[in-house]
């Protein structure tokens, strides 16, 4: 049929045809995840769900829809279900490695901004890091708190000064003993004072 038409028509509708099939594809699409939000409201609603479910539900059908939508405009526009799946698994397993291989570093990120955001210290409190009840943690003066690590000022027993750098995400997985103020120095056993902590 088509080769009775003039060439022009033909290498118009060589896209104009894939175009109109994409739209259709897109509003089926649109069409389809209208009606299955509904639906999961409605079920919801009788059902007495939560909200969070009719929410989440709507999500991952959303999700799902659009993504089969997508894979059908591709192939409409000639690329192959093959190639998309090796480079879907590629990017993964790339991804994947990253993800892992960086973890400490984004959770001691996401760790520093809720520091800064919770604050259950602020610069220059004198801190301790609790292991459980019994054992004496790492303890210091907040002197710096970065993306990465807190710096904590130590003052030990010789006198000397010794700087702690503290990983953000132990903070988070460790009970914090905070004093606004310089805690009260222990006596020693001939009654005179001993300062723990500098400054």
């Not at 993306?147 to 000022?153: D, G, P, R, S």
Request: charged letters at 20%; proline letters at 6%; aromatic letters at 10%.
């Amino acid at each position: 049929m088509t080769e009775r038409l003039p060439p022009w028509i033909q290498e118009w509708l060589t896209v104009v045809v894939p175009l109109g099939q994409v739209l259709l594809i897109l509003l089926a699409a649109w069409l389809l995840r209208a009606v299955t939000r509904r639906v999961v409201d409605r079920l919801c609603t009788r059902r007495g769900f939560p909200p969070e479910l009719a929410i989440a539900g709507r999500r991952v059908i959303g999700f799902l829809i659009y993504a089969a939508a997508l894979l059908l405009v591709l192939e409409r526009l000639g690329v192959s279900g093959t190639v998309l799946w090796t480079a879907f698994t590629g990017f993964a397993a790339v991804g994947a490695v990253a993800f892992f291989a960086a973890w400490s570093v984004l959770s001691n990120i996401f760790c520093t901004v809720l520091i800064l955001t919770t604050r259950p210290f602020r610069l220059y409190d004198h801190i301790e890091i609790l292991e459980n009840g019994e054992k004496p943690g790492l303890k210091g003066r907040v002197i710096d708190v970065n993306l990465v690590y807190t710096t904590l000022q130590e003052h030990r027993e010789d006198g000397s000064d010794t700087v702690l750098r503290v990983p953000n995400n132990l903070f988070f997985q460790r009970t914090v003993r905070r004093w606004r103020t310089a805690p009260a120095p222990p006596q020693t056993s001939a009654g005179e004072p001993h300062s723990e902590f500098a400054g």
